[in-house]
């Protein structure tokens, strides 16, 4: 069974910094797609950044050049940088594993960013 676990979300003042970490049981973090999404009061879950098997990554426009997205395969774990925060940010933030054909969730950490 998959588990992955975020932590790492809270309160900070705009322009303020995070490190979001989101820990995979077994060692399938080097294996397959993984990605963090977003789901902010009243919007839908957003894809925010994503990192291939390769290390490809893909970004959404509205953090390109605020957000990094990497993984460190030994410790099986997935992070997101994330720097430059606006309130916009705020939002729940949840990690995505992808092992076709099933996307397996964590359960979410908060980030919330005052103006």
């Known amino acids: 069974q998959v588990q992955l676990v975020e932590s790492g979300g809270g309160f900070v003042q705009t322009g303020g910094q995070l490190r979001l970490s989101c820990a995979a049981s077994?060692?399938?973090?080097?294996?397959?797609?993984m990605a963090w999404y977003r789901q902010a009061p009243g919007k839908e879950r957003e894809l925010v950044a994503s990192?291939?098997?390769?290390?490809?990554?893909y970004y959404a426009d509205s953090v390109k050049g605020r957000f990094t997205i990497s993984r460190d395969n030994a410790k099986n774990t997935l992070y997101l940088q994330m720097n430059n925060l606006k309130p916009q940010d705020t939002a729940m933030y949840y990690c995505q594993l992808v092992v076709l054909p099933t996307y397996y969730w964590g359960r979410g950490t908060q980030v919330t960013v005052s103006s």
């Open positions: 077994g060692s399938i973090v080097r294996t397959n797609i």
């Open positions: 990192i291939g098997v390769g290390g490809s990554t």
